[in-house]
T-cell receptor, first 118, second 116 residues
Framework: GAGVSQSPRYKVTKRGQDVALRCDPISGHVSLYWYRQALGQGPEFLTYFNYEAQQDKSGLPNDRFSAERPEGSISTLTIQRTEQRDSAMYRCASSPLEGTSSGANVLTFGAGSRLTVL | AQKITQTQPGMFVQEKEAVTLDCTYD???????LFWYKQPSSGEMIFLIYQGSYDQQNATEGRYSLNFQKARKSANLVISASQLGDSAMYFCAMREGWDTGNQFYFGTGTSLTVIP
């Protein structure tokens, strides 16, 4: 697509429920990143993929969080047994797989999914 | 250690004046990229400017310029002729090279307010 698309834009759920957040990156973008952003803070890294391979998941807070990108395009971030502290904006971003020193490897962000856990 | 440090939580600037937003970074990778993003109150993340670690010249994009001092590991953003629409959060970010994981780090941000 023309931009990074995330759904749902807003999700309100009850504590203990599972949620799945979806990201559809820009067509052809190989790298896909997930971030979490609290109000007034910078994006906090969660995980990222090159193609379908999860390269780094060190930012996932605990084992309730998981992510997949089975066909190297759309990615899903799943939070199991949600807790109130999981409430945040979850942002997805994608980029081409260019050399690090290339100006083409800019991250393009989606609008985010605002998760509220009651 | 923090990969990206932005020490100015909030800044004020008079309209039409220039302002510098500070950013220092930490990496041992010789190949990296530095980025600045703008986040207005609407919440979107807007890419502003990029500097590669091997670039000899400081990057410029319209009213934005990046003051890259490699030895000091600093990548300050300079906004010239500030406009009311420049009021926003500004994030400095760094992308490391493949050998160190190709990770993309963000700072905590600086909130800029342009005063009429």
């Amino acid at each position: 697509g023309a931009g990074v698309s995330q759904s749902p834009r807003y999700k309100v759920t009850k504590r203990g429920q599972d949620v799945a957040l979806r990201c559809d990156p820009i067509s052809g973008h190989v790298s896909l990143y997930w971030y979490r952003q609290a109000l007034g803070q910078g994006p906090e890294f969660l995980t990222y993929f090159n193609y379908e391979a999860q390269q780094d998941k060190s930012g996932l807070p605990n084992d309730r969080f998981s992510a997949e990108r089975p066909e190297g395009s759309i990615s899903t971030l799943t939070i199991q047994r949600t807790e109130q502290r999981d409430s945040a904006m979850y942002r997805c971003a994608s980029s081409p797989l260019e050399g690090t020193s290339s100006g083409a490897n800019v991250l393009t962000f989606g609008a985010g999914s605002r998760l509220t856990v009651l | 250690a923090q990969k990206i440090t932005q020490t100015q939580p909030g800044m004020f600037v008079q309209e039409k004046e220039a302002v510098t937003l500070d950013c220092t970074y930490d990496t041992s990778d010789p190949s990296y990229g530095l980025f600045w993003y703008k986040q207005p109150s609407s919440g979107e993340m807007i890419f502003l400017i990029y500097q590669g670690s091997y670039d000899q010249q400081n990057a410029t994009e319209g009213r934005y310029s990046l003051n890259f001092q490699k030895a000091r590991k600093s990548a300050n953003l300079v906004i010239s002729a500030s406009q009311l629409g420049d009021s926003a959060m500004y994030f400095c970010a760094m992308r490391e090279g493949w050998d160190t994981g190709n990770q993309f780090y963000f700072g905590t941000g600086t909130s800029l307010t342009v005063i009429p």
